[in-house]
């Protein structure tokens, strides 16, 4: 059996790939290269350069490997950004998903697990977000998710494709120093890049409700989220019973004072974080139930806030150094 990748250049899709290929599953690689690296293909990965909303394409690569089940990471990924960007946001996220889809059915391809996101439920106010919270997405981002998990449920009514839709929050860390968080919106990499250039990070507000004043959010490493995505596949090979979705979040949460003396402490580097007015919409706690993730998937939070700020930081010195290239 062999597993396409779509996205699987990217920062989480190469973490992915890498997670097959350790467990002796088959993998190939689609990604357009429009954010990923083929510096990040796991070696000996079969690689092809495709848009997926090339249907063609993909029906030739999935022909051509002999793939059997998906794992579709490839999409734009930035919430913020979709606003100003709706179309685009649509076309990558829900047109490239029916072209996947689409070339899956040419192809007799009845297995996915689907990369989705929590921000299909907005800003719940709720302690903990459970797979039957209320789906509220405030982005374009956010909505085209949760249409590509209506794709895939409607598909399965017409077709019998089975799959599941993975929902994460904040993924930082690294599970190979070869392979870094480069987006330019993410937390890590914006401490990471304000520390590197001798200026102090930002954060926004310190008053909302919680012990600290500051957000609490879910922050998973990226390596368990990868570990999940196989298992999920797994579960499908084995035509185990599988959720429609499952959230892969840590029921707990860290605050970003928290993260910010995480990342002091790892860096060495004393700073006092400028605080800036709050952002408007920003909730003050998003943390998401796990147990049916860990049920089903063997789900779990393996790292502590520090050694997900380490591994992190040491892919960043390494790509500073050159030796990722």
Known sequence: MTWMVTGGAGYI????????VRSDMETVIVDDLSSGFTRFIPEGVPFVQAD??????????MSTHGVTGVIHVAGFKYAGVSVQRPLHTYA????GTVSLLEAMQECEIDQ????????????????QVTESTA?????PYGESKLIGEWLLRDQAVATGLRHTSLRYFNVVGSGDPAVYDTSPHNLFPLVFEALVAGKTPRINGTDYPTPDGTNVRDYVHVADIAAAHV?????????????????LGSGNGLSVAEIMTAIATVTEIDFTPEVAPRR???????????DLAARDLDW?????????????WEARLRAENGSAQ
């Open 112 to 127: 996915i697990v689907f990369s989705s996101s929590a921000a299909v439920f907005g800003t719940p106010d709720v302690d």
């Open 300 to 312: 779990k939070m393996r790292h502590t806030a520090e050694e997900m700020v380490r591994s992190a």
């Open 231 to 247: 298992a999920a596949a797994r579960r499908l090979e084995a035509h185990e019973t599988i959720e429609p979705a499952y959230n």
């Open 13 to 20: 899709g190469a973490h992915i790939a890498r997670a097959l």
């Open 135 to 139: 789906k509220d997405p405030l982005s």
């Open 280 to 290: 408007a919409g920003d909730p003050p706690r998003i943390v998401a139930n796990g």
């Open 92 to 95: 990558q996220n829900v047109t």
């Open 52 to 61: 997926i909303l090339d249907t063609n394409a993909l029906v030739e690569t």
